[in-house]
């Protein structure tokens, strides 16, 4: 089953940007990445997600418009690009794969990365 690492979280000023970066190991074939966030004492929320073919993408209502998700030429880095971050975008960030087409239920997922943390100030 493929593993997922996530990085590049930390601190910023509200109107700044942050690019996430998710690692999947060589298993990734056929598998759809979603970008998931989760505040504490809330229920995780789907963020954005990517297909297996690397063509398909979707976003919530929220961060369209401000975040983007895209892929490495070599389809094993999975990014998601934050910009115009404001303070309710604080939260800790998962990478997670399910087989074929990403969807918005975290269930539907099998493999997850440990969160990386993102927090945004005034």
């Known amino acids: 089953q493929v593993q997922l690492e996530e990085s590049g979280g930390g601190l910023v000023q509200a109107g700044g940007s942050l690019r996430l970066s998710c690692a999947a190991s060589?298993?990734?074939?056929?598998?759809?990445i979603g970008w998931f966030r989760q505040e504490s004492g809330k229920e995780r929320e789907f963020v954005a997600g990517?297909?297996?073919?690397?063509?398909?993408?979707y976003n919530s209502d929220f961060v369209k418009g401000r975040f983007t998700i895209s892929e490495d030429s070599d389809r094993l880095t999975i990014y998601l690009q934050m910009n115009a971050l404001q303070p309710a975008d604080t939260a800790v960030y998962y990478c997670?794969?399910?087989?074929?087409?990403?969807?918005?239920?975290?269930?539907?997922?099998?493999?997850w990365g440990q969160g990386t943390q993102v927090t945004v100030s005034w």
């Open positions: 997670a794969a399910r087989q074929f087409r990403a969807t918005a239920k975290p269930n539907d997922y099998h493999n």
């Open positions: 060589a298993g990734r074939t056929f598998n759809a």
């Open positions: 990517l297909g297996w073919d690397g063509r398909s993408t």
